[in-house]
């Protein structure tokens, strides 16, 4: 089986959780680099991402700029994601679908038409446009997501069949607004339930943004204690965290330390919440909730391995006595139907 690790390449956008610079160097370990064309409907020309004023049912054309620093003629395959919130707090521009759940109006991944795989010559750059078609009906707050772009990788993984290596894609964000009409962020809480997070045991409360705006600067203290105790069995902290517009994610709260989690156990609990953001807002949660026998044992089945202390003779017995029954029942049946016939 191949294992790839993908290495993601962020824009830069400025209090919405992009951190790292979309245009990379030919020194660098990648052998292209990918850079927006702001258009003269900019918001801020300082930023490296496109922050765009639109009108309802407006189209435009945007373009974004590939280089190829490599010798060699190269295909890059194009994505346009909606903006997400993962399990971790953070704004997640590089998933390529949304949840069955979802809450949002106007996925920007709906709004974009673009070339889906471009060609680029050897030591060359070329542009790439996008048409955006904004919501016919007007909106507040904002539409944001990324335009992701990956080279094809099919080449190196031809020549390093089952090895390691690292695919890298660049991923430029894209917000679009309308007006500068004040949104408020909300944070509900919906549920806490058992899961299995990537091979660890734990919890996940279910968290939703329900308005069209990003909440920045998130602060989260989360405890989970067992009905009637004051000592936390679960504790969850986030600090500096961002959360999607009108989002609905699970967020993470393993028992005992990620890597090195303890099996869960059944009973009633409570979990005691507050998350703070950048503005000073503040949301207080208390939940009570319960594990089942069946919740805990399937996690925990999933995650670690789970001693049976059933007798494995016991089987055996079973399943000797079950068939002496049948070759004894079958012996009777062939001497009564012999009897009568003679």
Known sequence: MKNWRIIV????????GFSISAEAQESSNANYSVKPILPENQRDTGRSFFDLRVNPGGKQTIQIQINNFSDEEQTYHIKINTAQTNGNV???YGQDTLPEEHIINYPISEFVDYPEEVTIPAQKAGLVSLDIHAPATSFDGILLGGIQIK???TKEQEENPG???SEYAYVIGL?????????TPELKLNEVKSEVITNNAGLVAVLENPQPINIKGVEIEADIRA??????????MIENGGIAPQSVFAMNIFHGEAGNTKPLEAGDYQLSMKATDEEGRE??????????KEQAMAVNREVFTVEDHTNPWLYAIIGILAALVVVGGGY???RIRKNRRT
């Open 9 to 16: 390449f962020i824009g830069i956008l400025a209090g919405l």
């Open 90 to 92: 953070v704004i997640d």
């Open 151 to 153: 080279k094809d990788f």
């Open 163 to 165: 090895q390691i290596f």
């Open 175 to 183: 917000m679009l607004s309308e007006n500068d009409t004040e949104v």
């Open 227 to 236: 009905k009637g105790s004051e000592e936390p069995v679960m504790t969850r």
């Open 283 to 292: 949301w207080l949660f208390t939940e009570e909730f319960s594990i089942t």
């Open 332 to 334: 009777s049946f062939y």
